[in-house]
């Protein structure tokens, strides 16, 4: 159990447009969600938690006007990239918690195929 | 600042010997961690998680947390071209919503 989809796989848009990301928990309900970016041959980045229902933490740096997130159920979370510049260009990742606190690894983070996003 | 940090490699390992990565972590207080294994251009899955000090195993990989000395690593026997890969180590943030703190990853190339 605990897969996590995301789509699309793959995008390419032109310079200015906008790109929605969906994430889906399949066989649990979320409680936690994350998005990551990836840069090539680099770490992973942590760019919002976000729970259902409530707005999203973005972490320092990361535009919240630019990358809206939103977690309207408990398997469904979105990121969308407003107005996409080259340099926004990346390998996008969520991922989802349980939430099982009886559970020890209760922080296990289960994560999607990914976003590869390139922006023309 | 918490942190966790692994030597970024990449560590070459001839194919059917141990592999040894190893992971270090700032805050004294963390009581569990995680090893991600990631391909190139694909997500991190889980590989081990750890919480007592001691040994973990897990088929051909086993899982060392030593809480005194502030390490966590992971060992993978007979290892195999497939187990070439980024492997992460992460560990939960305290007094946080819930994130994982990560280390930036040790790549591991198996030599046939």
């Known amino acids: 159990g605990a897969v996590v989809s995301q789509h699309p796989s793959r995008v390419i848009c032109k310079s200015g447009t906008s790109v929605k990301i969906e994430c889906r928990s399949l066989d649990f309900q979320a409680t936690t969600m994350f998005w990551y970016r990836q840069f090539p041959k680099q770490s992973l980045m942590l760019m919002a938690t976000s729970n259902e229902g409530s707005k999203a933490t973005y972490e320092q740096g990361v535009e919240k006007d630019k990358f809206l997130i939103n977690h309207a159920s408990l398997t469904l979370s979105t990121l969308t990239v407003t107005s996409a510049h080259p340099e926004d260009s990346s390998f996008y990742i969520c991922s989802a918690r349980r939430g099982l606190a009886a559970v020890r690894s209760y922080n296990e983070q289960f994560f999607g195929p990914g976003t590869r996003l390139t922006v023309l | 600042q918490k942190e966790v940090e692994q030597n970024s490699g990449p560590l070459s390992v001839p194919e059917g010997a141990i592999a040894s990565l190893n992971c270090t972590y700032s805050?004294?207080?963390?009581?569990?961690f995680f090893w991600y294994r990631q391909y190139s251009g694909k997500s991190p899955e889980l590989i081990m998680f750890?919480?007592s000090n001691g040994d973990k195993e897990d088929g051909r990989f086993t899982a060392q947390l030593n809480k005194a000395s502030q390490y966590v690593s992971l060992l993978i026997r007979d290892s195999q071209p497939s187990d070439s890969a980024t492997y992460l180590c992460a560990a939960p943030v305290r007094d946080s919503n819930y994130q994982l703190i990560w280390g930036a990853g040790t790549k591991l190339i198996i030599k046939p």
């Open positions: 805050d004294r207080g963390s009581q569990s």
């Open positions: 750890i919480y």
